[in-house]
């Protein structure tokens, strides 16, 4: 089975940067489309960023464009999301999702084609 776990999640003022790791184990043999969503209280789950198994292929939700980064950290089996430029309405619980796919070089964006999923780190952004 495939594990997601989530960290780095917190409390950070408007303007402020954090960085979220999403550690990936169990059946690694393979390639997996990654990606990150979030959902606020009281709101459907959004999607934020996506990345290849590769790296070298990224997609943004507008929102975020220009503020996020979405990376693959190979040697640790991760993805991370450096989030800059805070906003309040950035606050949700940032979810890791991950789906294995046959090529390296596959992005997948939508949360119905994504199989497993990490248990959610809480970003809280005051202003």
């Known amino acids: 089975q495939v594990q997601l776990v989530e960290s780095g999640g917190g409390l950070v003022q408007a303007g402020g940067s954090l960085r979220l790791s999403c550690v990936i184990s169990?059946?690694?043999?393979?390639?997996?489309?990654m990606g990150w969503f979030r959902q606020a209280p009281g709101k459907e789950r959004e999607f934020v960023a996506a990345?290849?198994?590769?790296?070298?292929?990224?997609y943004y939700a507008n929102s975020v464009k220009g503020r996020f980064t979405i990376s693959r950290d190979k040697p640790k089996n991760a993805v991370v999301l450096k989030m800059n430029s805070l906003k309040p309405e950035d606050t949700a619980v940032y979810y890791c999702?991950?789906?294995?796919?046959?090529?390296?070089?596959?992005?997948?964006?939508?949360?119905?084609?994504?199989?497993?999923w990490g248990q959610g780190t809480q970003v809280t952004v005051s202003s």
């Open positions: 999702a991950a789906r294995a796919v046959p090529l390296d070089t596959i992005l997948v964006i939508a949360s119905n084609e994504f199989d497993y």
């Open positions: 169990g059946r690694t043999v393979t390639s997996y489309a």
């Open positions: 990345i290849t198994w590769s790296g070298d292929s990224t």
